[in-house]
């Protein structure tokens, strides 16, 4: 009898591990197969990676789409500027200082934040963030690089808290005793022990943040201003490709050239995340391998 | 009985422990609890200089919590309570602003080998590396000299930038007493080292701390009633948070004691 659940469970468990590879070769397959006659028809590399027109709806579309690629990697990167130190550090304070209670309550606010949608999140950056930096800043417009830069940061912040903590609580406590015994500081233990034997987790957790940051659509799509523009400064407006395709999918004739050109925006999305993950992967294989 | 650690002493032309210097360690009424549970009542002793001290005793006697209580390592954990005091060359070890200053010159060796997670190398030149020496040469001359003193150096001379996690258990432990020597300690803390070590490596081991004894002083807390005979000039038999016993070896061995039950656990009818 136990054989026969073990055998049962021995399935099960293959499934589900074997599910996530399909369903990821399924996403490719499925984005390609609706971008394939964009990718091969009307679509020009050149233009695509090049240009800022992006006119699909003219009577002679034009596709460039560095604006968007452009807006997406300024948003991002500005939100990770601010919200890796910022989650970092939180992480290190509840792993290795907060105690007892505090240590506690802080955890559970911070997975609070993690579950706030990102439509709230957009709410927040259009209604508050947008009066907010024009007061302060005296500009024309809110709504910008600075805005869903914000807006982002703090969305990705409690994801890349989360991970990052748990990551600095898997190293064991006799590595800090030890470390401590030979006469190093709280700080010494953190720098040279604490955070090299958590390195692994902590890329995770950025790249974790980096993801969110590329793939959110909500949020940056109310916070950005949504003009398709190379910004010059943090207060310009920018569209992001994921804003495009939510905005955009609903109005597009299915098959037709928009809608392959937004799915090719897909595409582009998919290589970048993966070439993101791997990267982290081999990066992370060569510390391992040190 | 040959006394092995004598002989050892001998012939490295060391005259013995330091009994007629005033102590290294003075431990007056220590008393240690755990959030109010009592785990050492009111211990009194002297440590003299090149001395291996020897603690014996059954599992939760104490014996551990001593040793914290000498380095301080009660700091980290909020629920010890330490009273009473522990003078180290004189000077109250609460009276030192800095506990890591007194702890860096306090080597600790703990039950279970904790390889730093970081190469064989850097294990060792860690602790130098907090005292401030950045010269490669100079790390070099320490790493191998504290990686021969703990009878390492020739099984990994060839593999210092492998990961320290990467020996076996007893070459682990012999990594984590270069490392404590590595400190350049006066004192060197050894809490059941053998736990976790092949008789022969214990006994390899145990060779190394002989030959330490004219450099620095040692304290050894183990549960192996035969390994402080072998090592220890003095040993203190710990009971239940009690010092019951405290004497020089050979006389606790030869039966010389004040309290029954201290050979009742030396002959192993108990613990």
Known sequence: MAWYVDRAARVLVFVGGISAIVFIIGIFVFITKEGLDFVLGPLSLGEFFTSIAWRPTSNNPTYGALALIVGTASVTGFAMLFSVPLSLGAALFIAEFATGRTRETLKILVEMLAAIPSVVWGFVGMSIMNPLIIQVFDVPLGLGVLNAGLILGLMAAPIMTTIAEDALKAVPDTYREAAEALGATRWEVIVKVVIPASRNGLLAAVLLGVGRGFGETMAVLMASGHAINLPTSVFDSVRALTATIASELGDTVTGGAHWGSLFTLGILLFVVTFLINLTADIVVRGIRKK | ?271
């Open chain 2, 1 to 271: 009985m040959v006394d092995l650690a004598a002989e050892a002493a001998v012939a490295n032309g060391f005259p013995g422990p330091a009994y007629d210097e005033p102590p290294i360690i003075e431990v007056r009424d220590l008393s240690i609890a755990y959030r109010g549970k009592p785990a050492l009542d009111k211990v009194t002793l002297d440590i003299h200089r090149h001395e291996i001290f020897g603690i014996i005793g059954p599992a939760n006697s104490g014996k551990t919590s001593f040793l914290r209580a000498l380095n301080r390592m009660d700091a980290f954990n909020t629920a010890m309570e330490v009273s009473g005091s522990i003078r180290i060359n004189g000077k109250n070890i609460n009276d030192w602003r800095n506990e890591y200053a007194l702890r860096s010159r306090i080597g600790v060796v703990f039950p279970l080998p904790v390889g730093l997670p970081l190469t064989v190398y850097e294990n060792v030149a860690f602790s130098p590396r907090l005292r401030g020496i950045r010269k490669k040469a100079e790390l070099d001359e320490v790493v191998e000299r504290c990686l021969t003193r703990a009878a390492l150096w020739d099984e990994v001379k060839d593999r210092l930038d492998s990961l320290g996690s990467l020996l076996s258990g007893g070459q682990q432990q012999r990594l984590t007493i270069a490392r404590a020597l590595s400190q350049e300690p006066e004192l060197l803390l050894l809490d059941e080292f053998s736990i976790a070590v092949d008789p022969v490596t214990t006994m390899r081991i145990e060779d190394v701390l002989k030959e330490l004894r004219s450099e620095l002083t040692i304290v050894l807390v183990t549960n192996l009633v035969q390994q402080a005979r072998r090592l220890a000039d003095r040993t203190a038999f710990f009971l239940m948070g009690e010092l019951v016993e405290i004497g020089a070896t050979e006389d606790l061995f030869e039966g010389e004691v004040r309290d029954k039950r201290t050979t009742g656990y030396i002959e192993g009818r108990f613990g």
